[in-house]
């Protein structure tokens, strides 16, 4: 009907400027009179409306308070019900709540309802008419009541929608106290008018004001609570003995000066598409002229051209919209199996067991997936692996179809490229299609040279091992967070209190006993973590360690094992950077140097180490760059004692030490009249000026222990922990170094805290802290307040990579090295 109407060119242009004419005359009549005009009581009584709204927004708090108070109400009555006591009847437990209603009158009746919404026990007059479906899988929910009660509380007392509930029903008297509570904390007048609305606009409490209502009112909605949600209650302040000024009419003489924009407007487009129908209708006659003469219909070229791409556009608009929604899908099916099969190397399989087409991806020459799948014959597909293996593919095909779960099987690829001989793994499993066809899904991955098949004992055995890791992640965070405080406790009473020898000797004994348990806890995070000796496979943070720290931990083992009562000399300085290798392959060589000097007979055992910086002279033979040059040395042998040469051991440390990249040298293997002597370089980490400084720090916190606490900057720090003991032992040793500590139990209190005040200088965060980490509350404070030096604190080796930009303290740590991260900070 619409294609038959016709409107002319002219009327339809003036139409359209008349329209946008009016339109802008009405947006300027509209700023005028919001800039000018009164529009409502908050322009024309200011203080009035800042009441109201004050008003409305302290009684939305209040009923909020009201709620989480319901809550807990809901809760205490629950504990009356002993639902654990299974030798209660739900009838003793009807009464328990009818007691319990009447010292609670602002609740209209309560039920208890069983999981599947069955009745247990009521009390009061409406307790059995309960909605028994409403809010059985929420925790707390809030819903609007019948009419004779405002709204209905719903608390699940266990896990929700599998546990017990219990049903409160508010009484109108609810909110009785609220709007006389709220106009006395206040100052609000007796004139102002509480009214409350549901989430659906029903009324619970007063009646509503209209939407033309001329009265002043203002309305705030309830934000919930840490309780329980906001229900989407609308609370309206009003106040109905005070009228609005009526608003003033409208100028006539402005509606005049409209009327006659728009008619303006519409002449000037009515002649301006005058103009444009005239050419149009000049086209149309040529082309009918030329119908004429050759004796056909006219026909105008417009209306040719018109039909035409209608016609082209309609059909098109149609193909595209049906190809744009199947490959919708397909390149969403498409794009996570490629997802898929790049995360995690294995190749994703079609098999239609009637057909016996395969479908799959494989990569391409640049190592991506191919843009299109590959389809081939099952036939084709099995002449790709071995002649002997290809009856197995048969075989796991039709096991496959036979039963249920996963088929495994292992084939070798053949052919004259560089993939014959591979090991394949093929998982096969049943399946069906959207369209309830059988199919046949598998997953394929190659099987690199000594790697075992992908079986499900050896993926249970990976999942063991991860799950052995984290246990003893734990247990050594555990283990680290005991010994730091017995290290901070016991280095402050000795450094503060007057002990005399005995009490002295003691304590430093209980020290030595502490820095062993370090010892032992890197020792058992190197065993659960594996990797070779050279430190290579090792994860990235286990492959360095501190020479200085791993030798004296280790040197006490080798005295009471190995070396007896011989005597043992360290000279290794505590500002050497770290060494390139894992503290495994420095105790191995350390092992076997030991039981050389052992079995030789020689007397005493003395190791020395210096730093051989990365622009020193290099020294043939040995590794260039940044190293750590150690020197390992005995007394000769006695006259008369007995010597079992052991040539072995000095080949097994040549070994380990150049499988690491490090160099080894021996002067004198200690065989004949002279002592034994060797040189050992070890590959050390680059140190940058951040590492120095920290170094020097312990340096001078070394000195400072020797000679007597010099006096350092007083910060203000951070300390974040959420371990109490720890964090109280931590607080007693930063104090005793003149350090103002704030302390924070969790990353989230630390952040209010930094919101509130964020004037310090460091902040000291515990990793292993549940829900947020150290690291990220390190990453959220460095973006938030870059000035704050943040200082990880952590067991040696169980901080991730991204945590190397931050200055970092091994737990269980010395006063020297708290002192020195902190020197390096105010440095």
């Known amino acids: 009907m619409l294609d038959s ?17 009016a339109a802008a005359f009405g947006l300027a009549w509209f700023g005028g009179a919001l800039s000018g005009a009164p529009r409502d009581a908050a322009t024309a009584r200011p203080a009035l409306a800042q009441s109201l709204v004050q008003a409305a927004r302290a009684y939305a708090d209040a009923l909020d308070e009201e709620l989480s108070a319901s809550i807990n109400d809901a809760r205490n009555a629950a504990l009356l019900l002993r639902l654990d006591d299974s030798t209660l009847s739900d009838s003793w437990r009807a009464g328990r709540l009818q007691d319990w209603l009447a010292l609670n009158p602002r609740y209209r009746d309560a039920a208890l309802l069983a999981p599947d919404g069955t009745l247990r026990a009521a009390g009061g007059p409406g307790g059995t008419r309960v909605d028994r479906s409403s809010a059985r899988n929420a925790q707390v929910a809030v819903a609007a009541g019948p009419e004779d009660a405002p709204f209905a509380l719903t608390l699940a007392l266990g896990l929700p ?5 219990l049903v409160l029903r508010a009484s109108p008297a609810y909110f009785n106290s609220l709007g006389e509570r709220v106009r006395r904390a206040h100052g609000a007048g007796d004139g102002i008018r509480f009214a409350v609305a549901g989430a659906d606009g029903r009324p619970l409490v007063g009646p509503l004001p209209a939407a033309d209502d001329p009265h002043p009112h203002e309305a705030a909605p309830t934000r919930g609570s840490r309780d329980i949600a906001s229900p989407g209650w609308l609370v309206t302040a009003s106040a109905p003995g005070i009228p609005l000024r009526p608003a003033a009419g409208p100028d006539p003489r402005l509606i005049a000066l409209g009327l006659g924009l728009v008619l303006a407007a519409g002449g000037l487009g009515y002649a ?3 103009r444009v129908s005239a050419r149009l209708r000049r086209l149309a006659e040529e082309a009918g002229t030329a119908g004429e003469t050759e004796g056909e219909a006219p026909v105008s070229r417009v209306r040719e051209i018109a039909a035409i791409a209608g016609t082209v556009r309609d059909r098109a608009q149609s193909a595209d919209a049906r190809l744009a929604g199947a490959g919708t899908g397909l390149d969403r099916v498409r794009g996570r199996l490629q997802t898929f099969e790049a995360m995690s190397g294995w190749t994703c399989w079609e098999i239609d067991p009637e057909t016996r087409q395969v479908v799959w ?28 293996d290809r009856p197995l593919l048969d075989l796991a095909l039709a096991a496959a179809l036979g039963a249920d779960g996963p088929h495994d099987v292992v084939m070798r690829t053949s052919g004259p490229g560089p993939e014959s001989g591979r090991r394949l793994l093929v998982r096969l499993l049943r399946g069906r299609d959207a369209a309830g066809r059988l199919r046949v899904h598998a997953l394929s991955r190659t099987i690199r040279e000594g790697e075992p098949a992908d079986t499900p004992a050896g993926a249970n055995e990976r999942r063991r091992n991860l799950v052995l890791r984290r246990v003893t992640d734990g247990i050594v965070h555990d283990f680290n967070d005991v010994l730091t405080v017995v290290l901070a406790n016991l280095g402050v009473l000795r450094r503060q209190t007057g002990l005399d020898p ?31 000796l050279a430190g290579e496979a090792a994860p990235a943070e286990l492959a360095s360690s501190d020479l200085a720290a791993t030798v004296a931990a280790f040197l006490p083992f080798l005295q009471a094992n190995v070396l007896r009562d011989a005597p043992l000399v360290t000279r290794i300085p505590g500002d050497l950077p770290k060494a390139a290798c894992s503290e495994r392959l420095v105790e191995l060589v350390l092992l076997n ?18 730093e051989h910086p990365a622009g020193a002279t290099p020294v043939p033979g040995m590794p260039e760059g940044p190293a750590l040059r150690v020197l390992f040395a005995s007394g000769r042998r006695p006259p008369g004692a007995a010597a079992r040469p052991q040539v072995r051991a000095l080949e097994t440390v040549g070994r380990l030490l150049r499988g690491s990249g490090g160099g080894w040298r021996v002067l004198s293997d200690g065989c004949g009249e002279e002592a034994f002597l060797a040189e050992a370089w070890l590959r050390a980490e680059a140190r940058p000026a951040e590492a120095r400084t920290v170094e020097a720090g312990r340096a001078d916190a070394r000195q400072d222990a020797i000679a007597g606490p010099a006096p350092q900057a007083s910060l203000r720090i951070l300390l974040v922990e959420s371990d109490s003991l720890v964090r109280a032992s931590l607080v007693e040793a930063l104090a005793e170094l003149g350090h103002d500590v704030v302390q924070a139990a969790s ?14 200088d460091a902040m000291i965060a515990d990793q292993a802290m549940p829900v947020m980490t150290g690291l990220q509350l390190a990453a959220t404070v460095v973006e938030r307040h870059p000035g704050i030096r943040v200082i990880l604190a952590s067991p040696h080796g169980q901080l991730p990579a991204a945590a190397r930009r931050f200055l970092q303290l091994d737990k269980p740590f010395r006063r020297e090295d708290l002192a020195a991260v902190l020197a390096a900070r105010a440095a």
């Open 5 to 21: 109407v016709r409107i002319s060119l002219k009327v339809l242009n003036a139409a359209q400027l008349a329209t946008v004419a």
């Open 161 to 165: 929608g599998r546990s017990d509930r």
């Open 272 to 274: 301006l598409g005058g």
């Open 361 to 388: 991806s494989d990569p391409d020459g640049t190592g991506t997936l191919a843009a299109a799948d590959r389809v081939a014959t099952l036939a084709d597909l099995a002449a790709r692996f071995e002649p002997a």
């Open 502 to 532: 005995r009490q002295a000797a003691l304590t430093d004994a209980a020290l030595a006993g502490a820095h062993r348990g370090a010892a032992l806890t890197r020792r058992l995070l190197n065993l659960v973590r594996g990797g070779d």
């Open 593 to 610: 140097l030991a039981f050389h000097v052992r079995d030789l007979g020689l007397h005493g055992f003395a190791i020395g180490a210096a």
């Open 747 to 760: 990353g989230e209190h630390a952040l209010s805290l930094l919101a509130r005040d964020a004037a310090f």
